[in-house]
Structure formats: structure tokens, C-alpha cells
């Protein structure tokens, strides 16, 4: 008896990478349930270590990546992947912006790695944490700490039919509004970051009586400068107000620039500053 020669497999390839993050991202994807059968079913996921051991040589149709470039490994690597992937889509802050580890970027030469870890000249990395557009060329990027899955399946969607997704650039001010939130910033004088931050969390936050932190990166047209007026307005100091905007995204110019503007400003004022400069 003959064998059956293997039937090809004509799905859409899609590898997922990992470089400096917590996974969350990831884990996101994972989360999407019975969407994800959906998916497995429509693309060949030829790569991702957090599924499964499934490893399947380039080059891919569509690959994701989540984390930041942290190493002389991961800034070769990421060179690699771009080589292989048609389509590259950077999903989380730290794609997109250096993540919270790029706090370090702003600090002196090992200051963070000695305070960490009890011996830190076991430690390679690099100085700063940069975002992966800022070595390869990123096709997409998706924003959030941790990303919303339902933009996660948008996106992933729109690349399989070849249409430009659509996700939201306004700010989680309108989905306050939309949810029927009372601006917490307004009434009762919290420090919120929403004016400013692009809408994806659907305004967790704010619907619990806290501030907006950013996980989503700054919104659309976002006016940090007006906003960082108003929280000193309300008597909140230059130092707490510089954190408050260099907590997921200072990797990012928009808000990185205003967290500087408010460091040195609190300098001025003789205070202590957050991180150094």
C-alpha cells in the first residue's frame, strides 16, 4: 500500500515572539477563549512558546511580538524576525514604548540592576529598554498594559482579510462619558491620567473611584501640557505628577517629555525628583 502523500496546509502563517516583558500580552491572546479555537482554525500558528511546543521554521505570514529590546541578544534577534514575518505587530507598552523598564533609561548606568538584584555584575543587558520600532520597521502596533483582547482579535482579524484595523484613538474621557462615570478628576480633584490617555480599558479606572494610570499610551492629539497644569492646580507636587505620567509609557515621547518637563521643574523648585535625569 502506497502512503498518503501530507496535505498541505495553505493557513495563513502566525508566529508569536516574546522579548523583555511580563507575558501579560501573551497571556491575552490565550485569554480570547473561544475565540482563539477560531483562530487556530483559521491561521497555522507556526510559533509560540507560551501555547504550545510547536516550532515551525519561517518565513510567517503575520508575527506578533510582545516585550521591549533589553540585550545585545534581543536587538539581534528582533533583526531575525523582521526578516522572516511579511507582517509585524507590536502589541503592549513595552513594544511600543520601552514598557515600565524603561524607567531605567532614565536613571544613571546601573542604578536600578544594583538596587535589584544582590549581584548585579552577573547582569548583560543594555542601558536603556527601547521599543521594537525603534530598531525594525513595525507594521502595527497595538497599545495597552495589558492589551484588550477584543482590539488583540481586531487587529488579528483585519490582517487576515487585509484591511486596516480599526481602534480607537480617542481618549478613556469618552468611555467615562459612555459608561455614565462621573469625571473623578473634576468632582472630587483625583489625579487621573484619562484626558490624556487613549481609550482601550473601557475606564476600569475611573469606574472605581481612581485615576487613570496610562496603560493605554497617550491618546490621540493628547494636550499633557494643560493636563500636568491641572494636577499641580489641585495641589499635587511636580515629583508625584512626573511618576504619575513615567509609569507604563515614559518610553514614549508624549509622555515622556511631559514627566521630564515636571522633573525639572521640581528641580527648580528644590524638590527630589523621581528618577535622575
Same mark, same amino acid.
Given at each position: ?10 493557513? !495563513? ?6 522579548? /523583555? =516583558? ?29 501555547? =504550545? ?5 519561517? !518565513?510567517?505570514?503575520? $508575527?506578533?511580538?510582545?516585550? =521591549? ?22 502589541? &503592549?507598552?513595552?513594544? /511600543?514604548?520601552?514598557?515600565? %523598564?524603561?524607567?531605567?533609561?532614565? /536613571? ?11 549581584? !548585579?555584575?552577573?547582569?548583560? $543587558?543594555? #542601558? ?17 498594559c495589558p492589551i484588550d483582547r477584543k482590539q488583540l482579535l481586531e487587529v488579528i482579524t ?10 480607537? @484613538?480617542?481618549? +478613556?474621557? %469618552? ?6 462615570? +462621573?469625571?473623578?478628576?473634576? *468632582?472630587?480633584? @483625583? ?26 499610551? !497617550?491618546?490621540?492629539? *493628547? #494636550? ?10 489641585? &495641589?499635587?507636587?511636580? +515629583?508625584?505628577? =512626573? ?8 518610553? #514614549?515621547e508624549t509622555f515622556g517629555d511631559q514627566a521630564r518637563s515636571l522633573r525639572s521643574a521640581?528641580?527648580? /523648585? ?5 528618577? #535622575?535625569?
Open positions: 500500500m502506497t502512503a498518503a502523500s501530507p496535505v498541505a496546509d495553505d493557513r !495563513p502563517s502566525l508566529a508569536v515572539w516574546k522579548f /523583555a =516583558s511580563c507575558d501579560g500580552c501573551q497571556l491575552t491572546l490565550l485569554d480570547c477563549e473561544d475565540e482563539l479555537l477560531a483562530l487556530a482554525g483559521a491561521v497555522r500558528i507556526a510559533h509560540f512558546t507560551e501555547m =504550545s511546543r510547536v516550532d515551525i521554521a519561517g !518565513p510567517y505570514d503575520v $508575527s506578533i511580538v510582545e516585550g =521591549s529590546i533589553t540585550t545585545d541578544d534581543d536587538a539581534e534577534r528582533i533583526q531575525e524576525i523582521r526578516r522572516i514575518s511579511h507582517r509585524l505587530i507590536t502589541v &503592549g507598552a513595552c513594544a /511600543a514604548a520601552g514598557g515600565i %523598564q524603561a524607567l531605567r533609561n532614565f /536613571a544613571e548606568e546601573g542604578a536600578f540592576v544594583g538596587a535589584v538584584y544582590a549581584h !548585579p555584575e552577573y547582569i548583560s $543587558s543594555l #542601558n536603556t529598554s527601547t521599543p521594537i520600532a525603534a530598531h525594525v520597521a513595525v507594521d502595527v502596533e497595538l497599545q495597552g483585519a490582517e487576515l482579510v487585509g484591511r486596516k484595523p480599526v481602534i480607537p @484613538t480617542h481618549s +478613556v474621557c %469618552q468611555q467615562c462619558k459612555g459608561r455614565g462615570t +462621573v469625571c473623578i478628576l473634576v *468632582a472630587h480633584g @483625583t489625579p487621573c491620567l484619562g484626558p490624556v490617555t487613549r481609550a482601550g480599558c473601557g475606564a476600569l479606572c475611573p469606574s472605581v473611584g481612581r485615576g487613570c494610570f496610562g496603560c493605554f499610551g !497617550p491618546s490621540e492629539g *493628547a #494636550n499633557t501640557g494643560a493636563l500636568a497644569s491641572r494636577l499641580l492646580q489641585i &495641589g499635587m507636587a511636580p +515629583v508625584d505628577a =512626573s511618576r504619575l505620567f513615567s509609569t507604563f509609557y515614559s518610553g #514614549n521640581d528641580d527648580k /523648585a528644590g524638590g527630589a525628583t523621581a528618577v #535622575n535625569s
